[in-house]
């Protein structure tokens, strides 16, 4: 065999792996829109009163269509406050999942989330912070906490983290997992152990409200607060997907990427930044919303690989799924109370995390 048909099969086993793999992610692209539709039309029809999906896909559209006459009282529990919180729950998912896959690639491990490294838990701790000492100089001076205060808090307190985490766990262009996770874990415990200080301090009605954002939940959404946190989860969105390209050039090292004409600076500045808003924007919605930014981006990064510029708007798709799915399962597995939507994702995630960790050990000792 010359080698020039030795280049031409060489050539033709590429052109195959790479349409293979297109139809792949058409495939898995179709599949999460289908599912997340889906979910979303079940989660509108789940409650205390119980809506066909066939009513709620004929409100929506009545809707759309602005015929809203002698529609019925469902539409009124569908429209006004289901419908903002299925928004909000794909808002946020879809914010955390996104920002999992920027850690992951920004620290070049599958590991990394905003959850378990305290990023999270210094938005809550800032969002704590606000409700709590709300009535204490010197934020008394700009009157009571609202939510439009919250998310400016929430974001400090993520960027804080974010870049403490960094700086700590990052030397001489490398970063070392076993001290981001050490770190981590210091973070969320001194924000946990500051959080339960405010706690300590709170009286009863700032209390419920702490509660609230440490469980996380959203029994609160609604249109007010998706008008606030809706655009600039979309902008962060946006902003994240150009960094895909660079992202994949860092996983082979901040020097191979700078050779590769990356701005390195530029995209780890990037990335710090939509990750804080994001994270900070989520909690100041609905709380802390654990293990979604490691689940959503793992699954894809199996079915699709580990290309960013498809994996990040994927991600987005699939967190939003999940924590939609979440949220059915938190109004539904203890009606007529609901459980607190974080709970089901660290149901979930923590076994799945534990699950990853035997898997990378086992990779690691074969």
């Known amino acids: 065999m010359t080698g020039a048909s030795l280049a031409a099969d060489a050539e033709t086993a590429i052109a195959r792996a790479v349409a293979g793999r297109r139809r792949r992610v058409v495939a898995v692209s179709l599949a999460l829109v289908l599912l997340l539709a889906g979910l979303a039309v079940l989660s509108m029809g789940r409650g205390a009163l119980a809506v066909p999906p066939q009513r709620v896909v004929e409100i929506l559209s009545s809707g759309l269509h602005g015929k809203m006459q002698d529609m019925g009282g469902d539409s009124v529990v569908v429209l006004d406050i289901r419908l903002p919180r299925t928004l909000m729950a794909m808002a946020i ?34 969002v704590g912070c606000a409700i709590v000492l709300a009535d204490r100089p010197p934020l008394s001076l700009l009157g009571r906490s609202s939510f439009v205060l919250l998310p400016p808090f ?29 770190a981590g874990v210091a973070l969320a415990a001194l924000a946990a152990s500051l959080t339960g200080l405010l706690a300590f301090l709170s009286d009863d009605r700032q209390l419920r409200d ?15 607060k998706l ?3 809706g655009p600039l989860i979309l902008a962060m969105l ?89 949220d059915i399962v938190a ?22 995390f534990l699950w990853l960790l035997l898997r990378r050990g086992q990779d690691l000792e074969a």
């Open 154 to 182: 929430a974001f400090c307190g993520a960027l804080i983290s974010m870049v403490v985490l960094y700086l700590i766990a990052t030397r001489r262009g490398r970063t070392s997992m076993a001290t981001m996770l050490l």
């Open 331 to 352: 109004r539904t597995i203890v009606v007529p109370a609901e459980l607190p939507i974080g709970i089901v994702t660290a149901g979930i995630g923590a076994p799945f």
């Open 238 to 326: 946006i902003a994240a997907l150009p960094l895909g390209r660079g992202l994949n050039a860092l996983a082979f090292g901040e020097a191979a990427a700078f050779h590769l004409g990356i701005p390195v600076q530029l995209v780890k500045t990037a990335a710090i930044t939509v990750v804080s808003i994001s994270v900070g924007a989520s909690v100041a919605a609905a709380g802390m919303i654990t293990f979604v930014g490691i689940i959503a981006p793992h699954l894809l990064r199996l079915l699709v690989g580990p290309d960013h510029r498809v994996l990040l708007p994927l991600s987005a798709l699939g967190g939003a799924a999940l924590v939609v799915a979440a």
């Open 93 to 126: 998912g879809a914010a955390l999942a996104v920002s999992g896959a920027l850690m992951q690639g920004l620290f070049r491990n599958p590991l990394a989330d905003p959850a378990l490294l305290g990023v999270s838990g210094g938005a809550g701790l800032a």
């Open 210 to 224: 702490l509660t609230f954002w440490t469980l996380g939940s959203l029994s609160g959404a609604g249109w007010s």
């Open 227 to 229: 008008v606030v946190t």
